[in-house]
């Protein structure tokens, strides 16, 4: 077994770059050794900001040989009359290196074992590194220099062993040697990677962390401390992001304490805390016994050595950058208190909300609208309703101030405190801020209903109003994966999670009629016959994201046509009803029946349900038993599979009985109606085609 090392080595990569980059390259590296059959213990990656690193342990010294049967030339053209060998047969041997003794006959064929011998890892590795480095894939990709070939940033060094052995290959100009360098202020500048195994020990010797979890504690680790010598801590609940950036932009992180004039605390924390993590990377810091935000805080800088006039060069030039950001903050908000938030509606008439769909202004009308018809839908009082609308009008409003402006992250926090300041209600304010949430797939939802209302509107006006565009300009995609117009994919799933957590009964299917019929009328729109279905189809596959976790695909998809969007409850107590059943054997001998009816009546003539006939119309006692049981059932036994199946042994009872495609037309058109009507009971509880056969 061998241990193989690979680090590319180059100039500062984006930090968004520098993880994607290497799960692409690990991923790479299992492919290879996966399609040439070359087994190993484990891969590990690691990853700074100059380099990507691929550690191999345990990995094969080669592939194994092997020997399989090769098929040759038909008897007839291997062997002449005379028993001997044909040039097809001799020729057959020496393409494939065995002697004319070795062939031998069978099923008509001429066959020979070939031995075809395993080849060497190195040689392996050394014909693909190059093309599988080459073949990362980031944003902003260039040449550099005289080169064709394109890569994030210009590759400074290639370092790759196979334990004590160097490869040889080259990536572009760059020849693969043991050697790396380290940290750019480090007093040795190089060093020499005798064992793959010792990679992270010996980069730590050149002042470099390479190990991206390590590098990440230490940061933590090393933040708290000097935070705790000052009585301040760190909230790191809220700073996800904020440390994977800078555990990305740094090799050998160094916390430094730095300080900003205390009046910048006289403006809403959330101002100075966004100017700190969001636009310069620092960690802000709150006090241990009070809790509230100090005029301190820490930058992480990536610094090696002990030099004192350097560490206040770090101090002095952050703190001067913090200074200037926190003047901007404080005059802006200054300014905007000088109004009340309502009188900041008006100049939402010049801001676009997207072309040819109007100004935020139009928007907020229509945010307005239908939060009103969602009230009513959920049968609000009046003082619920009018807070809603309250909020629904004041939404938008921050957009149109200066600070939201310059930090366009506080919109809605900075609406919730000029709210409070223009006298709003508690309640009225804490929804502007809630209407944008979640802000993510899996953040924080509204808390208070009027949050909630308006955050639903808000989001299906502006999916509404993206699908719309799609279909006035056809060059627009519908959204996708890759093509996400205003972050649709995210108010999808924001609109369900708040429905489901809520336990509102909001038929979504007449939500995105209203919101649709609503922009259509304002700017004069035919709505195509296909959008409306294409909407909810979106909708719909949001859902399955979200419940995919919990629920198969089969489940997800034998309920799609069940109209989920139209009671999302009653959808989840579906999906669990299925899945406590599905592994049952009353299930599976259920599902059997329901998809041999399937298959019986699919292309069927649907009229036959309007059929005027009763019992007395069938012949066989297994037919009346059938027709009477699917009778007897009524749409609240639809709610469980459980209830279906008192139906099996009568399906199977009759299908032993009688044959459907009778000559006698009567009978055979009574019999396919009775099956045309078991079909539409079964698939207003689910489609069991959609189940494998167990």
Not at 36 to 42: H, R, V
Not at 413 to 428: D, Q, T, W
Request: with cysteine.
């Amino acid at each position: 077994m061998k241990n193989f090392l690979l680090e590319v080595l180059v100039q500062e990569m984006p930090y968004k770059f520098v993880e994607s980059g290497l799960c692409q390259l690990k991923s790479a590296f299992e492919k290879l050794f996966l399609e040439n059959g070359l087994n190993y213990k484990e891969i590990k990656g690691y990853a700074a900001p100059r380099r990507l690193a691929i550690l191999v342990e345990g990995l094969n010294e080669s592939q194994e040989d092997i020997v399989k049967d090769v098929k040759g030339p038909i008897l007839k053209a291997a062997v002449d009359e005379n028993g001997e060998y044909t040039m097809a047969a001799l020729g057959f041997a020496k393409k494939n290196d065995v002697k004319e003794e070795e062939l031998y006959q069978k099923d008509g064929y001429i066959f020979a074992k070939v031995q075809k011998k395993g080849r060497l890892t190195k040689n392996i590795l050394e014909e693909n590194i190059e093309g599988m480095v080459l073949k990362l894939q980031g944003s902003h990709f260039m040449r550099w220099g005289n080169f064709e070939e394109k890569f994030t940033r210009p590759i400074e060094n290639v370092l790759a062993i196979l334990d004590n052995e160097t490869l040889d290959f080259k990536i572009i100009d760059k020849k693969a040697t043991n050697k790396t360098r380290g940290h750019r202020f480090a007093k040795i500048k190089e060093v020499e990677i005798k064992n793959p195994l010792n990679y992270l020990e010996d980069l730590k010797s050149v002042n470099v962390y390479a190990d991206i979890k390590e590098r990440k504690d230490l940061i933590v680790k090393s933040a708290n401390a000097l935070a705790t010598e000052y009585g301040l801590k760190i909230d790191f609940s809220n700073l996800d992001d904020l440390l994977d950036e800078v555990t990305f932009i740094t090799e050998y992180p160094v916390p430094v304490m730095c300080e900003f004039d205390e009046r910048y605390l006289e403006i809403p924390d959330i101002v100075s805390t966004t100017v700190m993590s969001k636009h310069q990377r620092y960690f802000p810091l709150y006090d241990i016994k009070t809790g509230k935000l100090s005029n301190k805080f820490i930058t992480m800088a990536n610094f090696v050595g002990t030099d004192e006039e350097s560490f206040k060069n770090i101090k002095a030039g952050n703190q001067r950058v913090v200074s200037a950001r926190l003047e901007d903050g404080i005059f802006f908000y200054n300014e905007d208190v000088k109004t009340p938030l309502v009188s900041k509606i008006e100049a939402l008439k010049g801001m676009t909300f997207q072309r040819d769909f109007g100004t935020l202004f139009d928007k907020t009308l229509r945010v307005e609208k239908i939060s009103e018809y969602l009230c009513k839908e959920l049968k609000f009082d009046n003082t619920l309703t009018e807070d809603t609308l309250r909020a629904a009008k004041l939404s938008k409003a921050d957009l149109s101030t200066k600070l939201v402006f310059e930090f366009t992250e506080l919109q809605g926090f900075i609406g919730e405190n000029y709210a409070l300041k223009s006298g709003e209600k508690e309640n009225v304010a804490s929804a502007v801020k809630e209407h944008y949430f979640p802000l993510n797939a899996n953040s924080e939802l509204p808390n208070s209903k009027e949050g909630m209302i308006v955050s639903i509107a808000d989001k299906i006006d502006t999916i509404a109003a993206v699908f719309l565009s799609t279909q006035k300009d056809k060059k627009k995609k519908r959204p996708t994966g890759s093509n996400d117009p205003l972050g649709v994919r995210r108010a999808a799933i924001g609109i369900l999670r708040i429905i489901l957590e809520a336990g509102f009964e909001i038929d979504i299917e007449k939500l995105i009629d209203f919101s649709v019929r609503q922009i259509a009328q304002e700017f004069n729109l035919e709505v195509e016959l296909t959008l409306k279905s294409e909407l909810i189809d979106f909708i719909i596959d949001r859902l399955f994201v979200m419940f995919e976790a919990d629920y198969d695909s089969e489940i997800l998809e034998a309920l799609r046509k069940s109209s989920p969007l139209c009671a999302l409850k009653t959808f989840k107590e579906k999906c669990e009803d299925l899945k406590s059943e599905k592994e049952t054997k009353e299930f599976r001998d259920f599902i059997e029946q329901a998809k041999r009816i399937s298959r019986i009546t699919e292309g069927v003539d649907k009229t036959l349900l309007e059929r005027n006939f009763g019992a007395s119309d069938l012949k066989s006692d297994e037919e009346k038993k059938l027709f009477e049981a699917l009778k007897s059932f009524k749409n609240e036994d639809l709610k469980s599979v459980k209830n279906l199946y008192t139906l099996t042994p009568l399906i199977d009872d009759f299908f032993k009985a009688v044959l459907v495609n009778d000559e006698n037309v009567e009978d055979k058109n009574n019999r396919l109606a009775l099956l045309l009507g078991l079909r539409n009971k079964f698939e207003a509880c689910a489609d069991f085609t959609k189940f494998k056969k167990v």
